[in-house]
């Protein structure tokens, strides 16, 4: 059963027991000061059967914070806390990706150091976007994101230099691999999109010049990390966090091209249906095999049957899954056994404590 996806695989320069790749969940559930604590140990062991974890999304800076309770990268706590959740991933059998995430002007002042604005290429609010604070009063609440102040070209080397001292401190905590958060509307890809990205210096206007960051960060995880433990989310057509880029296709195509002479793991692309994009089609898949050399993990709405069959078609390498991995730690295992799977609670979904997040059974529990 599923044989494929079940099968061995080698992605970049790390080995893998199986295709099936759990996708990046925020779950809102770090500890004081951002810090992975020991509810995030087991949460992550308890899943640690899938061949690749990629981690919630890890802000690189405080700065880069759009969401209460998220885990961080940037500080020697948040480091130590990362380490012993690859420890215990590690002593299960299981890899580990940290991915790196800047939000941009996905965030509001109650997140930022003095309360200052969310910085973004240029000073353009994102529409219909929310940021997750805990209010003055101590009450948690989605509010408004705030308008944004555009980045300086000055502070641009600061920026690549979070996502390098990011990398660093992955690399310490005993990671497997990065992944460059470039999708999803967040502060890559508003530099990405024609619609979000005004400016007139080397960072706008032409494509190449909208994604000039991108490939900065990626050269900087890079330099830390080695190609081959290096990937990158993007998200072609995606449409919310007010983003309606006029050329995603083509910058999916270039970056493709960039990153597979780079030499990097992979790509991992987010579906855009789910949010209300549309589908990808069969030619662009075909297209972006052509450009990019190495392993392409897709993202979006799969279950085992449609995840084997896109991997028989040679169009992807494996396949990451969320939602299901919230509910089922032993995903793999029940995909083996072609066992039917829990079914996850949404209101569980952020925040809280071990409800809803360490205490789904397991199929033999079940």
Not at 4 to 10: G, V
Not at 218 to 238: K, L, N, Y
Not at 313 to 334: E, K, M, S
């Amino acid at each position: 059963m599923y044989s494929k996806l079940l099968s061995p695989y080698t992605v970049g320069a790390v080995a893998l027991a199986n295709r099936v790749v759990m996708a990046p969940l925020t779950r809102s559930r770090a500890g004081e000061g951002e810090v992975p604590r020991a509810l995030n140990v087991e949460y992550y062991r308890q899943r640690a059967t899938a061949g690749l974890i990629v981690t919630e999304a890890s802000q690189i800076s405080r700065q880069g914070q759009g969401y209460a309770w998220t885990p961080g990268i940037y500080t020697d706590a948040q480091e130590a806390g990362w380490k012993l959740v690859v420890d215990a991933v590690h002593q299960a059998g299981g890899k580990m990706a940290l991915q790196l995430w800047h939000v941009g002007r996905i965030s509001h002042s109650l997140l930022q150091e003095n309360a200052a604005a969310p910085v973004a290429p240029s000073a353009l609010v994102a529409e219909n976007s929310q940021s997750f604070v805990v209010l003055p009063d101590g009450t948690p609440a989605n509010v408004p994101t705030e308008t944004p102040r555009a980045l300086a070209l000055e502070e641009m080397p600061g920026i690549v230099a979070q996502y390098r001292q990011a990398a660093q401190r992955a690399k310490r905590a005993g990671f497997d691999l990065v992944e460059v958060h470039a999708a999803n509307g967040y502060l890559l890809q508003q530099f990405m999109s024609t619609n979000s990205n005004l400016r007139t210096d080397i960072y706008g206007g032409s494509l190449e010049n909208r994604a000039r960051l991108t490939l900065e960060a990626v050269d900087a995880a890079i330099a830390e990390m080695g190609a081959g433990h290096v990937g990158v989310r993007i998200s072609p057509h995606f449409v919310a966090h007010g983003i309606a880029d006029s050329e995603p296709e083509q910058m999916a195509l270039y970056l493709a091209g960039e990153f597979s002479q780079r030499g990097i793991a992979y790509i991992h692309v987010a579906e855009p249906d789910w949010a209300g994009g549309p589908k990808l089609t069969a030619e662009f898949r075909a297209q972006l095999r052509a450009a990019f050399k190495g392993t392409i993990i897709t993202c979006g709405n799969y279950n085992a049957a449609k995840a084997e069959a896109m991997i028989e078609q040679g169009l992807v390498d494996a396949v990451a899954f969320g939602r299901p991995f919230i509910a089922n730690p032993d995903l793999v295992a029940r995909f083996a056994a072609d066992a039917e799977l829990n079914q996850q609670d949404r209101t569980t979904f952020y925040g809280g404590d071990a409800k809803g997040y360490t205490d789904y059974p397991s199929m033999n529990a079940a």
